[in-house]
Nanobody, 117 residues
Framework: QVQLVESGGGLVQAGGSLRLSCAAS????????MAWYRQAPGKQRELVAY????????NYADVVKGRFTISRDNAKNTMYLQMNNLKPEDTAVYYC??????????WGQGTQVTVSS
């Protein structure tokens, strides 16, 4: 059974920070590179960042590079996204899921991030 529970979102002013958490079931977390995705109103879901199984390799979308940091704690089956210098265009619902071969069909409820200008 796959479980993905995102948390940590909220309302923040531009320039502020948030730290998102993703609690995942061992079944999906222990054997996959993991990723953060986001979906803004009226837009398709997009990849934000991903991290390798061991945590040693990370990759970021250009629009968040230098502002966001992805990490994972394999002992806790938890992944994080530290978001700094937030911008209004970062407003979206953020989701976690595996990176390859494709996101799992199951998606959690996501966590809403709203950045005010």
């Amino acid at each position: 059974q796959v479980q993905l529970v995102e948390s940590g979102g909220g309302l923040v002013q531009a320039g502020g920070s948030l730290r998102l958490s993703c609690a995942a079931s061992g079944r999906i977390f222990a054997s996959n590179a993991m990723a953060w995705y986001r979906q803004a109103p009226g837009k398709q879901r997009e990849l934000v960042a991903y991290i390798s199984l061991g945590g040693g390799n990370t990759n970021y979308a250009d629009v968040v590079k230098g502002r966001f940091t992805i990490s994972r704690d394999n002992a806790k089956n938890t992944m994080y996204l530290q978001m700094n210098n937030l911008k209004p265009e970062d407003t979206a619902v953020y989701y976690c899921n595996r990176r390859w071969p494709a996101p799992h069909d199951y998606w959690g409820q996501g966590t809403q991030v709203t950045v005010s200008s």
